[in-house]
């Protein structure tokens, strides 16, 4: 059994993987996560782990973690960031500035489809992950999430009130919430939808399109031309990840 961990922004997601197959995995707020995470899950498992690998974005969070696998469970938590090997040959610059949930995303990407591919992450911000059926990562795009797009307008106005994310009604608001709600909600899924048709476009190529990440489950079918809907992405990535990082001769086609 493998222990996953993506650290986010704003949530640990994680998961226990057979091989390749997530079979269990729970999400936990940042800020207090570790301390469930020691009580709920680490001594549970202690007995029965092989390994640990952490994607995370939040580099102060990432010390920590790892201190708590090599304690707790006795294992070396591989760290995934831009060395790590993959099946990938990535294109960004710098790589140090590429996330780790991105890497793995692309992973998980390629391995499981093996074709042209657009990845889209939708937590507290969107990103778009390109990934072409030879195994090279070009790129992608990054934007606001929705959560973040409505926060920052309660934050930096007088006036606006706070609205949860949510699928409006009408385009038409009739009130201020509502019509935030609308705004925001058609403004972001213009926004990846006209990414993922200039990318389509820039490349010549058209893609298989995945949505992933915490508000995929509720926000992912209204994608334009998704294909998939498939929250468990990054942790599928990450387990491929350490399959391949700890048993590096295997024909991994």
């Not at 091989?19 to 936990?28: A, C, E, K, S, T």
């Amino acid at each position: 059994m493998i222990l996953l961990l993506d650290i986010g922004n704003h949530t640990l997601h994680l998961g226990l993987a057979q091989g390749r197959r997530i079979v269990w995995h729970q999400d936990l707020p940042s800020q207090t996560g570790r301390l469930q995470l020691d009580n709920r899950l680490v001594l549970k498992q202690a007995g029965v782990l092989e390994g640990a690998v952490i994607a995370s974005v939040v580099p102060a969070f990432t010390g920590s973690f790892r201190d708590l696998f090599r304690k707790q469970l006795g294992v070396e938590p591989l760290v995934v960031d831009h060395r790590t090997r993959t099946c990938l040959r990535i294109h960004y610059t710098p790589r140090s500035s590429l996330g780790a949930d991105r890497i793995a995303n692309a992973v998980a990407a390629h391995a499981l489809r093996r074709r042209d591919t657009i990845v889209v992450d939708m937590g507290t911000a969107t990103t778009l992950e390109v990934v072409t059926r030879e195994g090279e990562f070009l790129g992608g795009a990054i934007l606001p999430g929705l959560g973040t797009m409505l926060k920052t307008l309660r934050l930096q106005t007088a006036q606006l009130p706070g609205v949860e994310p949510a699928v409006p009604r009408r385009a038409l608001g009739a009130g201020t919430a509502a019509g935030i709600r609308s705004g925001v909600f058609h403004a972001h899924f213009a926004g990846i939808d006209r990414l993922v048709q200039r990318i389509s476009r820039e490349t010549r190529r058209k893609y298989f399109i995945i949505a992933t990440g915490g508000l995929s489950r509720r926000f992912g079918r209204f994608i334009r031309n998704v294909s998939s809907v498939n929250p468990l992405l990054t942790l599928q990535g990450l387990s491929i990840i350490f399959d391949r990082h700890s048993t590096p001769r295997r024909n991994h086609a």
